[in-house]
C-alpha cells in the first residue's frame, strides 16, 4: 500500500521532540483519519490540508487516507504538523518523485502551519524545536550530522538565530514541492538579529533620588530582587523600566534561554534576540498567567521574564495566592508545573521588582498632609505581602516625594551608559569568581565566596539580633555586601560594604 514517512518536531515543554509522520492510502470510501492524540488544532488540519492541495494545483486522492503521528503517547499540539501531513499526503499518492522518500524526507525536518491558499504560516516554538535538536541525538541523526530544517520563511529565521543546524525558509507548499521535486530551491535562512545596541529609557531622566538611584545600580550588578515604597508619582515606575539599560549584555546561553521560552509563547522577535525582557503584568494577572500552567501547560511572566525584569507594580494589590507562587521560582530560578497529564518543568531566572504605596490612599509621610489612614488600616494593608515574600526581597527602599525645587532642574543624573559600565566591571568579578551572579549563590558556597573581614562580621551579628533576620535574610544581606564590594573593587566584604548592604533593609523594617 502506497506509504509515505517524514519527520516533524513536536512542543513538550521546553522540549521538541521528533514526531514521525506516517501518511497511508487505501482503497474505500473517502475518509480522512488522523490518529496519534492530535487536539483540535492537529485534527482541523484535515480542512486546511484538503484545501491547500486543491488550491496548490495538485489532486486530493481519493480513498482512505490514515495520518500517523508517532510516538502515540505524546499529545501533539498547534497547527505545526500541516506541512508535513500533506507532504506526506502527496508523495503517498505519487505526486511527489518516490526517490525523495529515501533523501530529503529521511534527512530533514518538516514544520508549517498551511492556510487555505497553500501559503505557509508562521509556527509557535520554531528557535526552541531549532536549540532542542542541537542538544538530542536520536534516530537518523548523530552528533556529526547537524539538523535539517525546511520552515515558514518568518520561522526559519528565528530558528537559524539557534544556530544548530541547517534551516530553510519556504513561502509555500507549492514552494516546497518545487524544491524536493528538484525544480526550484529554497534559499537558506541566515540568522539576523538586532545589529544596534538595544535602546532603553536612560537614567539621565531621572531627578534627584539619590539612593534610589544607588539601589538600582546594585540591583543591576548583582541581580537582585528589589522592593521599592512610596507616594504616587515619586519615579518608582520609571526606575523600574530604566534597569534593564544597566544591565550586562546576555551572553550566548542565556540569550538563548530567554529566546526559547519566548518562542514558545509565540512572542518571540528576532530584531529583539539578546535584549533583555521587561515584563509589567497588571496587579489583576492570575497566578497561572504570572507562573504559568494550563494544559498544555504554558509558561508565564515569570518565565517570559527568564534573563530579564519582572516588575509588579501595585504589589499589594496582587491576589495573596498569586504572589505567594513566587516563593519556588525565586529560590530555584525554575518552575515546574505539574498537571494530571502533562508536566514541564520552565526557566524563571528573573530579576523581582516590585513598587507599591505606603499606604491604602498612598499619601503616607508625603509633606502635603493628605495622609489619613489609621495605623491598623496600614497594618492590614501592608500585610497583604506576607513575611516569607518580604523575606525573599535583597533590597527594599523607599522613594520619597520630590520637592518642587528639584524637579525645576533641567539636568538630571548620571547616565546609563556611566553606570552600566561599572555594573559589567562589577559581573566581570563576580564571573571570574564564582561563575554566577551573586545573587544565584547558595548557603553551600556562599561563605566560600563573600568572605568578611572580621569587623563586618561583628556587625553583622549585632545587625542580625536587634533586625530579628531570618537566616535566609542574613546570607542576602551577605550577596548584598558582596555585591557592593565587588562595585568598589575589594576582594573582602568589609565593614562600610555590610552597613550600605544593612540600611537596605531596614526602612520597610522600621516603618511597619
Not at 515606575?237 to 514558545?264: F, N, Y
Request: proline content about 8%; aromatic content about 6%.
Amino acid at each position: 500500500m502506497p506509504l509515505a514517512s517524514l519527520w516533524c518536531r513536536g512542543v513538550d515543554g521546553l522540549r521538541a521532540p521528533r514526531v514521525r509522520v506516517e501518511a497511508h492510502l487505501e482503497p474505500g470510501v473517502p475518509q480522512f483519519m488522523l490518529v496519534g492524540l492530535p487536539d483540535t488544532e492537529v485534527k482541523e488540519a484535515r480542512d486546511r490540508v484538503r484545501a491547500a492541495i486543491r488550491n496548490s494545483g495538485f489532486e486530493f486522492p481519493l480513498g482512505r487516507i490514515t495520518v500517523n503521528l508517532a510516538p502515540a503517547d505524546l499529545p501533539k499540539e498547534s497547527g505545526r504538523y500541516d506541512l508535513p501531513i500533506a507532504l506526506g499526503i502527496l508523495a503517498a499518492s505519487g505526486q511527489l518523485p518516490a526517490r525523495i522518500l529515501q533523501e530529503q524526507f529521511q534527512t530533514h525536518e518538516f514544520a508549517g502551519e498551511l492556510s487555505l491558499s497553500g501559503d505557509l504560516q508562521p509556527i509557535r516554538g520554531a528557535f526552541a524545536m531549532a536549540l532542542f535538536s542541537q542538544q538530542e541525538t536520536g534516530e537518523g541523526k548523530t552528533a556529526e550530522k547537524p539538523a535539517r530544517f525546511v520552515l515558514p520563511k518568518e520561522s526559519a529565521d528565528e530558528a537559524a538565530l539557534a544556530e544548530a543546524g541547517e534551516v530553510w525558509g519556504a513561502k509555500s507548499l507549492l514552494e516546497v514541492c518545487a524544491w524536493l521535486a528538484g525544480q526550484g530551491e529554497l534559499l537558506p535562512a541566515q540568522a539576523q538579529s538586532a545589529s544596534a545596541p538595544p535602546v532603553f529609557p536612560d537614567m539621565a531622566d531621572i531627578k534627584g533620588q539619590s539612593q534610589a538611584r544607588r539601589v538600582l545600580e546594585i540591583a543591576a550588578a548583582g541581580g537582585h530582587s528589589l522592593l521599592m515604597f512610596g507616594p504616587p508619582g515619586s519615579g518608582k515606575s520609571m526606575l523600574a523600566a530604566r534597569l534593564p539599560g544597566l544591565m550586562p549584555p546576555l551572553d550566548d546561553a542565556a540569550a538563548r534561554e530567554s529566546a526559547a521560552v519566548l518562542s514558545l509563547a509565540g512572542r518571540f522577535d528576532p530584531a529583539q534576540f539578546r535584549v533583555r525582557p521587561y515584563r509589567a503584568p497588571h496587579a489583576t494577572a492570575s497566578a497561572v498567567a504570572l507562573v504559568g500552567g494550563g494544559s498544555p501547560p504554558r509558561p508565564g511572566e515569570i518565565s517570559l521574564a527568564t534573563q530579564g525584569v519582572l516588575f509588579l507594580d501595585e504589589f499589594p494589590e496582587f491576589d495573596r495566592k498569586v504572589l505567594e507562587s513566587l516563593r519556588e521560582p525565586l529560590e530555584r530560578g525554575q518552575i515546574h508545573i505539574a498537571r494530571a497529564a502533562r508536566h514541564a518543568t520552565f526557566p524563571a531566572h528573573f530579576q523581582l521588582v516590585a513598587a507599591m504605596n505606603p499606604c491604602p490612599c498612598g499619601w503616607q509621610g508625603h509633606p502635603n498632609g493628605r495622609c489619613h489612614c489609621s495605623p491598623d488600616k496600614i497594618q492590614r494593608y501592608r500585610s497583604r505581602i506576607s513575611g516569607p515574600i518580604l523575606d525573599r526581597m535583597d533590597l527594599l527602599i523607599e522613594v520619597p516625594a520630590l520637592p518642587a525645587q528639584t524637579l525645576a532642574q533641567a539636568a538630571g543624573g548620571e547616565s546609563s551608559a556611566r553606570i552600566r559600565e561599572r555594573v559589567m566591571a562589577a559581573t566581570a568579578r563576580q564571573r571570574a569568581r564564582q561563575g554566577m551572579s551573586n545573587a544565584r549563590l547558595g548557603p553551600e558556597n556562599i561563605e566560600q565566596h563573600a568572605a568578611m573581614s572580621q569587623e563586618a562580621t561583628n556587625l553583622l551579628t549585632h545587625a542580625a539580633a536587634r533586625l530579628d533576620l531570618t537566616a535566609r535574610s542574613w546570607h542576602r544581606v551577605m550577596k548584598v555586601a558582596r555585591t557592593i564590594a565587588d562595585l568598589a573593587a575589594s576582594a573582602c566584604i568589609e565593614k562600610n560594604h555590610l552597613a550600605e548592604a544593612l540600611q537596605y533593609r531596614r526602612p520597610f523594617i522600621e516603618s511597619t
